[in-house]
């Protein structure tokens, strides 16, 4: 592997770049018209520009991604998160343009990006799986019979889904068939695909992950768990590990199980394997993210390891350089997402910064992909920069974390710094003691509106 195209942008493409320099394989950055002056940029080796601002005429732009990568002679393609990330058709492509891919086999994506599907291999796998139905519903009067067999309160689910879209709790029929057809609905506008299945609604949830490495050659092994239940609105806030949540036979069987996971859908690259954990610890398979996550940065400050190389080496064909006795929580970390959003409605807020000033300080990471000028435009995912921070204990990192956010200053837009504030200086989340619903149950949202 000698040149490597980012088919993404923003903060992720700059952190691959800083891997690839660092082990001295060139980048070609691909950009749009909106994205033509953000420093990714101008830091990679090279820069082909690929289309108008909407994804999908530049950024899910198969063919113009696919000559950029001719044209400037990369062999490989990293497609980041999101985007193209999970999309099979486009690995597939990549594969017989004779480049490297790098992620998963095309097979494996599509298993997994179909829930249903993925569901049912990890029950085959012997991985604990969430009550629920195995096939698609098709009728409310069918999820009707299905979710009294069940028991409410219940999760209606797109088979296709991710990030919180075509989800409906639903406690009883009423709001389940007001739910479905909306569901669909939404289902089939963002996914292309409208099938819906349910599951076993489980209440005051732990959502915990685990992150997996696996080569070609067999070797598979985990690098422990992230703690990811600050949410709001399904999407994920602030991620901590290890989790304050876990003991240590919970946590070795959460492991494994991520690691049969893997095995049983034969992975190869970096992956993360998600959980539901119920307040008795016993936990559950959600979904498998074929991809690097956007948390990634927690595992690599905790345990010093760093994925995207092993991203690389794992594409190169490469067997792993480590074994599972040398993954160790060395320190605990901290991830705080700051988004381009009013801290109140959580509604983007889209702007020129005018002052772009992150904190700079000792066992403080900033991953971002914009400076004072950038102008954050509409047709994109909201998140600007990540806060990583480390510390000795998990006391230690959340005053780093603290410290971090309150120097963070951002002006010209709106940002969620405030709310971000909020939940550090939560005193259940201090003491480690969150749910799922920790944004709803403790108002955070709300609080900020007194400021």
Not at 34 to 48: I, M, W
Not at 421 to 430: G, Y
Request: with cysteine.
């Amino acid at each position: 592997m000698n040149k490597v195209l980012i088919a993404n942008r923003g903060e992720i493409a700059r952190r691959i770049i800083r891997t690839c320099k660092a082990r001295g394989v060139a980048t070609v950055a691909v950009y749009s018209d909106a994205d033509k002056d953000l420093p990714f940029v101008r830091e990679a080796d090279e820069s082909v520009h690929i289309g108008p601002p909407p994804v999908p005429h530049s950024y899910l732009n198969v063919e113009a991604i696919l000559a950029a990568a001719k044209s400037t002679g990369a062999d490989a393609i990293h497609p980041g998160y999101g985007l193209l990330s999970e999309n099979e058709a486009f690995a597939r492509r990549v594969l017989e343009e004779g480049l490297l891919f790098i992620g998963p086999t095309p097979e494996v994506i599509g298993q997994m990006g179909d829930k249903l599907t993925a569901r049912r291999m990890m029950e085959a796998a012997g991985v604990p799986v969430v009550p629920g139905c195995e096939q698609a519903i098709d009728s409310p009067d069918e999820a009707a019979v299905i979710a009294m067999s069940i028991g409410y309160p219940v999760m209606l689910k797109a088979s296709a889904g991710g990030g919180g879209i075509g989800m409906h709790i639903c406690r009883d029929e009423a709001e389940l068939r007001q739910a479905y057809q909306s569901a669909k609905g939404r289902a089939k506008a963002y996914f292309g695909n409208d099938a819906m299945y349910m599951e076993k609604y489980v209440e005051r949830p732990h959502h915990i992950e685990v992150q997996v490495v696996a080569d070609q050659h067999g070797n598979v092994i985990h690098l422990l768990e992230r703690e990811c239940s600050i949410q709001r609105r399904h999407q994920k806030v602030l991620e901590e590990s290890p989790s304050p949540f876990l003991d240590t036979a919970t946590r070795e069987l959460l492991c494994d199980a991520a690691v049969t996971a893997a095995k049983a859908v034969g992975y190869s690259g970096v992956g993360t394997v998600e959980f539901i954990v119920d307040e008795q610890k016993n936990f559950y398979f959600l979904e498998m993210n074929t991809r690097l996550q956007v948390e990634h940065p927690v595992t690599e400050e905790m345990t010093g390891i760093d994925l995207v190389s092993l991203q690389l080496d794992i594409a190169d064909n490469h067997p792993l350089s480590i074994k599972q006795e040398d993954v160790k929580a060395l320190r605990h970390a901290i991830e705080l997402r700051v988004y381009a959003e009013d801290p109140v409605t959580f509604l983007p807020s889209p702007g020129t910064i005018t002052l772009y000033q992150p904190p700079a300080f000792e066992d403080v990471r900033i991953d971002d992909g914009v400076e004072t000028g950038t102008q954050v435009t509409p047709f994109y995912d909201p998140m600007i920069a990540k806060v990583i921070v480390s510390g000795a204990t998990r006391e230690e990192a959340v005053q780093q974390a603290q410290k971090a956010i309150d120097h963070f200053l951002i002006t010209g837009i709106k940002t969620n710094i405030p709310f971000l504030q909020e939940v550090l200086q939560d005193e259940q989340f201090r003491a480690g003691n969150y749910t799922t619903w920790f944004v709803t149950e403790r108002g955070a949202a709300s609080s900020t509106e007194k400021r």
